[in-house]
């Protein structure tokens, strides 16, 4: 999507982030960190190991308390909101995809009642519809049909993090937040999946926030970037602006390594 | 005869106090858990413990007590409660649903309708009906505490993913009062439709887990299911072989080597009330004198008998707890 594209889409933020600040004792998870999520639009936050990626994630998804800050959901104050609310708003608009699919699916449960689970907390009662919907998730995101009543601890690593996406988009949220995604999968597995999200992010358009330490992974999916150094934005914009023309000599030192790689 | 060493009950006043006021705060929010400080009691926890401080706390002198193990009032566990309390309290036992004021019960609710003014007493082994979903009690706790029931389903549609239908029969989880999802106790899911609309008062004591909770009379409770696979309070196809009964939850018993098997009552009143009355069932024709009924020694003290006889145990056919369904890292979130 073009800038001009999203532009005229909506003129009101998604989600809009001010000074969002996260302390750990002395030590800095977060600080000060700024910035607007428009509906339809991919951001990629980028950053070495332990520059706050998922200290940031946390916050925005409510798992964490921020010291100092505001985040407004779709005009909403999420931090003055009750945690009923707040849960409520994580299974129905929202969406969080773990690194490791086993700390976002039940490995206990079926494939299908993994995706199942979330229309059921949100009032679905019909067994017969929620295993059609169910169905119908597990196709989209390539897993056999006979595979249904299947755990999830007998799929591979890329079906079970497929499944992890299945369960999550399932009730049609609007903000999906993702760590690392991609994160443990070998590299072909890693294409096949992304190609997977980018598909299901345009045909849904979904908002996202995308962390990753892979590059490769935000030039394919995010439209804009955030580059993250000691709990710090230090540069952000329209990703192939960043990555192609980077001004913090950090974020030219991120792409240089890369291109080693 | 009151043994003079113990306090009305065995337990001291200030305790039963304690016990009660938890009671009370479990009757006022009916099916919500209530933790108590459980006393050790003279006897193992799989004996009902909790179920026992209930009783202590509820009963007067005036009380006439009946205990059940399996709808049977001659099994060990049942006697063994029943002496107890006949030893500590004084109370005159019965084993007459009707003419009870208050009845330990574990595994079943009787057959004979509940009047007002009667305490039925639940001895609960695990309350929390999430803990087979959920292990984390910080979690369980705040699931209730924000009506997140979603994940009872996510049991029942495994279940009917695995087996075609509801297969969970024992302890099934019922909602009461539209608000706390509650577990019944391992009673069949046969009588949960005798839990709601009750003019008795039914509490639930977990001795070990340290938890109480109640159904006041005339509660509302529903048992959880699905649109198009609505709850059924299902039972054995059979009439008692004994007193012809076709509506009482029936025990499939073994009766020799060679295969042979009989349905009887659960309810051991209920049956010989009905035999009294001239009722007579398959094996019991005219003239032959009926065989004494089957009192299969319960408890966990595991009698050899057990395994041969109870068919229907709960602690045999219900799936093996703690295996878990739980998301695997710490998710504040919950659902994940
Ligand atoms: N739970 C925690 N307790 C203390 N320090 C933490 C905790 N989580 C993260 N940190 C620290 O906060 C900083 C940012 O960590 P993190 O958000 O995990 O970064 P990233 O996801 O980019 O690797 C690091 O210095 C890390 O050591
Ligand atoms: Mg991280
Ligand atoms: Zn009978």
Same mark, same amino acid.
């Given at each position: 999507?073009?800038?001009?594209?999203?532009?005229?889409?909506?003129?009101?933020?998604?989600?809009?982030?001010?000074?969002?600040?996260?302390?750990?004792g002395?030590?800095?998870g977060?600080? @000060?960190?700024?910035?607007d999520?428009?509906?339809?639009?991919? /951001?990629?936050?980028?950053g070495?190991?332990?520059?706050?990626?998922?200290t940031l994630l946390?916050?925005?998804?409510? *798992?964490? &308390?921020?010291?100092?800050?505001?985040?407004?959901?779709?005009?909403?104050d999420?931090?003055?909101m009750?945690?009923?609310?707040?849960?409520?708003?994580?299974r129905?608009?929202?969406?969080?995809?773990h690194q490791?699919?086993? @700390?976002?699916?039940?490995?206990?449960?079926?494939?299908?009642?993994?995706?199942g689970?979330?229309?059921?907390?949100?009032?679905a009662r *019909?067994?017969?519809?929620? &295993?059609?919907?169910a169905?119908?998730?597990?196709?989209?995101?390539?897993?056999?049909a006979?595979?249904i009543?299947d755990?999830?601890?007998?799929f591979?690593?890329?079906m079970?993090?497929r499944?992890?996406?299945?369960?999550?988009?399932?009730?049609?949220?609007r903000l999906?937040f993702m760590?690392e995604?991609t994160?443990? /999968?070998?590299?072909?597995?890693q294409a096949?999946? /992304?190609d997977?999200?980018?598909? /299901?992010?345009?045909?849904?358009?979904?908002?996202?926030i995308?962390?990753?330490?892979?590059l490769?992974v935000?030039?394919?999916?995010a439209?804009?970037?955030?580059?993250?150094k000691?709990?710090?934005?230090?540069?952000?914009?329209?990703?192939?602006?960043?990555l192609?023309?980077?001004q913090?000599?950090?974020?030219q030192l991120?792409?240089?390594s890369?291109?080693?790689? | 005869?009151?043994?003079?060493?113990?306090?009305f009950a065995?337990?001291?006043?200030?305790?039963?106090r304690?016990?009660? $006021?938890?009671?009370?705060k479990?009757?006022a929010?009916?099916?919500?858990?209530?933790? =108590?400080?459980?006393?050790?009691?003279?006897m193992?926890? #799989?004996?009902?413990?909790?179920? +026992?401080?209930?009783?202590?706390?509820?009963?007067?002198?005036?009380?006439r007590?009946?205990?059940?193990?399996q709808?049977?009032?001659?099994?060990t566990?049942a006697?063994?409660? $029943?002496?107890f !309390?006949?030893?500590?309290?004084?109370?005159a036992?019965?084993?007459?649903?009707?003419e009870?004021?208050?009845?330990?019960?574990?595994?079943?609710?009787?057959?004979?309708?509940?009047?007002?003014?009667q305490?039925?007493?639940?001895?609960?082994?695990?309350?929390?009906?999430?803990r !087979?979903?959920?292990? $984390?009690?910080t979690?369980?706790?705040k699931?209730?505490?924000?009506?997140?029931?979603?994940?009872?389903?996510?049991k029942l549609?495994?279940?009917?993913?695995?087996?075609?239908?509801?297969?969970?029969?024992y302890?099934?989880?019922?909602k +009461?009062?539209?608000?706390?999802?509650?577990?019944p106790?391992p009673?069949p899911? !046969?009588?949960?439709?005798?839990l709601?609309?009750n003019?008795?008062?039914?509490? =639930?004591g977990?001795?070990?887990?340290?938890r109480?909770y109640?159904?006041?009379?005339?509660?509302r409770?529903e048992?959880l299911?699905?649109?198009?696979?609505? =709850?059924?309070?299902?039972?054995?196809?059979?009439?008692c072989?004994?007193? #012809?009964?076709?509506?009482?939850?029936?025990?499939e +018993?073994?009766?020799?080597?060679?295969?042979?098997?009989? !349905?009887v009552?659960?309810?051991?009143? =209920?049956?010989a009330?009905r035999?009294a009355k001239?009722?007579? #069932?398959?094996?019991?024709?005219?003239?032959?004198?009926?065989?004494?009924h089957?009192?299969?020694?319960?408890?966990?003290?595991g009698a050899?008998?057990?395994?041969?006889?109870?068919?229907?145990?709960?602690?045999?056919?219900?799936p093996?707890?703690?295996?878990?369904?739980g998301?695997g890292?710490?998710?504040?979130?919950?659902?994940?």
């Amino acid at each position: 999507m073009t800038l001009m594209e999203r532009m005229t889409m909506t003129d009101q933020p998604l989600l809009r982030v001010e000074g969002l600040t996260k302390r750990y004792g002395q030590r800095i998870g977060c600080a @000060d960190v700024s910035f607007d999520l428009y509906p339809g639009e991919v /951001l990629g936050i980028v950053g070495e190991s332990g520059s706050g990626k998922s200290t940031l994630l946390s916050c925005l998804a409510g *798992h964490q &308390r921020p010291d100092l800050g505001r985040i407004a959901y779709d005009g909403r104050d999420v931090l003055a909101m009750s945690e009923t609310e707040r849960r409520r708003l994580s299974r129905t608009d929202w969406a969080y995809v773990h690194q490791n699919p086993r @700390d976002g699916l039940r490995m206990g449960v079926s494939a299908g009642g993994n995706v199942g689970e979330r229309l059921m907390a949100v009032g679905a009662r *019909h067994y017969g519809d929620i &295993r059609g919907k169910a169905a119908d998730w597990l196709g989209r995101v390539e897993i056999a049909a006979d595979r249904i009543d299947d755990r999830p601890s007998a799929f591979s690593g890329g079906m079970q993090q497929r499944l992890q996406i299945a369960r999550n988009l399932v009730t049609g949220p609007r903000l999906v937040f993702m760590d690392e995604p991609t994160g443990g /999968l070998d590299v072909s597995v890693q294409a096949r999946l /992304l190609d997977l999200l980018r598909g /299901l992010v345009r045909d849904l358009g979904l908002s996202v926030i995308i962390v990753t330490h892979d590059l490769a992974v935000v030039r394919l999916l995010a439209h804009r970037l955030m580059v993250m150094k000691s709990g710090r934005v230090v540069e952000q914009g329209l990703t192939d602006q960043v990555l192609d023309d980077p001004q913090h000599a950090y974020t030219q030192l991120l792409v240089s390594s890369v291109l080693q790689v | 005869m009151t043994d003079q060493a113990y306090n009305f009950a065995y337990l001291d006043e200030q305790t039963k106090r304690m016990i009660r $006021r938890a009671i009370l705060k479990g009757i006022a929010v009916p099916g919500y858990q209530v933790p =108590f400080a459980s006393r050790e009691m003279p006897m193992p926890y #799989g004996w009902g413990t909790g179920g +026992v401080q209930v009783t202590a706390a509820c009963l007067v002198p005036e009380d006439r007590l009946k205990v059940i193990d399996q709808g049977a009032d001659d099994t060990t566990n049942a006697v063994s409660i $029943r002496r107890f !309390f006949q030893r500590t309290a004084g109370v005159a036992t019965t084993e007459a649903t009707a003419e009870a004021t208050v009845i330990q019960t574990r595994h079943r609710i009787p057959e004979t309708p509940l009047k007002a003014g009667q305490i039925l007493v639940y001895q609960v082994p695990i309350p929390e009906p999430l803990r !087979f979903l959920e292990p $984390r009690e910080t979690e369980t706790r705040k699931m209730h505490e924000l009506e997140e029931y979603g994940l009872m389903h996510v049991k029942l549609y495994e279940d009917i993913a695995r087996h075609g239908q509801i297969a969970t029969s024992y302890a099934y989880p019922v909602k +009461v009062e539209g608000r706390y999802v509650m577990d019944p106790s391992p009673i069949p899911k !046969f009588d949960n439709p005798k839990l709601g609309n009750n003019p008795a008062i039914q509490l =639930f004591g977990a001795g070990r887990e340290q938890r109480i909770y109640a159904l006041p009379p005339w509660s509302r409770v529903e048992s959880l299911d699905f649109d198009d696979h609505p =709850f059924e309070a299902s039972k054995a196809a059979h009439d008692c072989d004994l007193c #012809g009964a076709g509506h009482s939850y029936l025990d499939e +018993v073994i009766t020799d080597d060679a295969g042979g098997r009989m !349905f009887v009552c659960s309810d051991t009143d =209920f049956c010989a009330g009905r035999r009294a009355k001239g009722h007579r #069932g398959r094996l019991s024709s005219e003239g032959v004198a009926p065989p004494p009924h089957p009192s299969p020694t319960r408890g966990e003290g595991g009698a050899s008998l057990d395994a041969m006889v109870h068919v229907n145990d709960p602690l045999a056919s219900s799936p093996p707890r703690g295996e878990g369904m739980g998301v695997g890292g710490a998710d504040p979130e919950g659902t994940a």
